[in-house]
């Protein structure tokens, strides 16, 4: 019914940077691509970073914060992640999130029950 696709992920060395990009297709009504997530071999799953529908909200994870930069093209139905200054802690398969709501406030970006919609991951790897 709802597809979302990761793309651009790959193998680049410390300090490079990545565009990553998220397309909902399928029965997308009131689908909204919202948020990124990650996930580190042999740890759990955890926020990246979330926008609002009309782009006039952030999140950002402490980790990434000054590096990496949401954005999102709601014609396109896409949503995209500009990872600048990468570190080999980054390494992760990244996840698209969607969401039904227009956005969040405080840790309800970072809550994955507000997220019915999971792309299939795109894996960054960060080499030292």
């Known amino acids: 019914q709802v597809q979302l696709v990761e793309s651009g992920g790959g193998l680049v060395q410390a300090g490079d940077s990545l565009r990553l990009s998220c397309v909902a297709s399928?029965?997308?009504?009131?689908?909204?691509?919202t948020g990124w997530f990650r996930q580190a071999p042999g740890k759990e799953r955890e926020f990246v970073t979330g926008?609002?529908?009309?782009?006039?909200?952030?999140s950002y994870a402490d980790s990434v914060k000054g590096r990496f930069t949401i954005s999102r093209d709601n014609a396109k139905n896409t949503l995209y992640l500009q990872m600048n200054s990468l570190k080999p802690e980054d390494t992760a398969v990244y996840y698209c999130a969607a969401a039904n709501a227009l956005g969040f406030s405080g840790t309800g970006w970072a809550n994955e029950g507000h997220y019915p919609y999971w792309g299939q991951g795109t894996q960054v790897t960060v080499s030292s």
């Open positions: 399928g029965r997308t009504f009131s689908v909204r691509p």
């Open positions: 926008i609002s529908w009309s782009g006039g909200s952030t």
